[in-house]
């Protein structure tokens, strides 16, 4: 077990690509660049309110010290941190935002366990960085509870998602509008420690493509593959990785549906190449099963994020990825061939997954319409 104040991190993101190491936070493009440096904003007064400790337990962390706590809230960084915030784009309601990044995430180093994984450690709340554009940086409480919560949830309900080690609140005090109406009021300020293998998304590579980086982005896919997919070899690594991304993609939807989870804002920024659950927003579960529930009041009226869209979405965000790796073949035949994969690899985990909630051992000749008429 160690102390995050003691631990020597790795920064093999940083160290592997390159990025603006300026340190200035105002909102600009940065072309060419993977990352831009991002010191946490200091806060007031940070205090403990929760901290995960099977979580910390997995990844070998010490009970947190004060000197501890300073960093989960961003008052301190160790010698061997080195804070970023990504750089990434996205399509959001369907329509290309251009770049985008962490806006109030900020990723503090990466720890290694002696079972030799690695996981990013990342603040979100933690102040204003290069991709804040005209926000604060900051969470509030009430926000940051549900995040807590319902990453640790969602790992315990067997979802593949991000985790939360700590929740700390700040001391200070964040202004947001809570009910869209045009009266913003004063709230109490947090911040969420967010743990996972890696936050790289798909926006990630459509900002490369978008910027025709293609060395960058041929790059990036290398070094996602060799990290997170290493049993992906060959000269054929990248259409099998884009296929392997499919399919997990097609099964995440599946463990949603099973749970009656509604994400509310499916931008591909949100996407994860891991095909984990990332970035927990406008979130809720279904109380009454209807298709066209959304938490989202932004998606309203179009409801394109609605709970019975959600694996169509992630077939639309996947054909966005498609496009954005397209530069690295010279057609488009394996990439339109691998994403028609995903309704089939999602129809079968989906009937499996739904008569097991009927009790069936398996699905059989006519089980499936059982299902459909059931519903």
Known sequence: MESLSSKIYKNEFVNTFPGDES??????????????????????????????????????????????????????????????????????????????????????????????????????????????????????????????LMSEAMYYLGVPTTRALSLISTGDKVMRDMFYNGNPEYEPGAIVMRIAPSFLRFGNFEMLAARQEIDNLQKLVDWTITRFY????????????????????????????RVGF????????????????????PFSFVDNYDLRFTPNTTDLPGRRYAFGKQSSIAYWNLGCLASALAPLFPDTDQLVAALETFEPIYFQHYYAMMGNKLGLDEIKPGDQELINEWQ
Not at 262 to 281: A, E
Request: aromatic residues 8%; glycine residues 10%; charged residues 25%.
């Open 262 to 281: 509604v994400h509310g804002v499916m931008n591909t920024d949100n996407m994860s190449i891991l095909g984990l659950t990332i970035d927990y927003g």
């Open 230 to 257: 290493p049993h992906i070899t060959g000269s054929d690594k990248v259409i099998n990785w884009y296929k392997e991304v499919v399919e997990r993609t097609a099964r995440l939807m599946v463990e949603w549906q």
């Open 23 to 148: 340190g200035n936070l105002k909102p600009r493009q940065t072309p060419g660049m993977l990352y831009s440096k991002a010191i946490p904003t200091p806060v007031r007064n940070p205090k403990l309110l929760a901290w995960s400790e099977d979580l910390a337990r997995e990844l070998e962390i010490q009970e947190p010290s004060e000197e501890d706590v300073n960093i989960l809230g961003g008052n301190r960084v160790t010698e061997s941190m080195y804070p970023y915030a990504a750089c990434y784009a996205g399509h959001q309601f369907g329509n290309w935002a251009g770049q985008l990044g962490d806006g109030r995430a900020i990723t503090l180093g990466e720890w290694s366990t002696t079972a030799d994984k690695s996981w990013e450690l990342q603040l979100k709340g933690a102040g204003p960085t290069a991709y804040s554009r005209r926000a604060d940086g900051r969470a509030v409480l009430r926000s940051s509870v549900r995040e807590y």
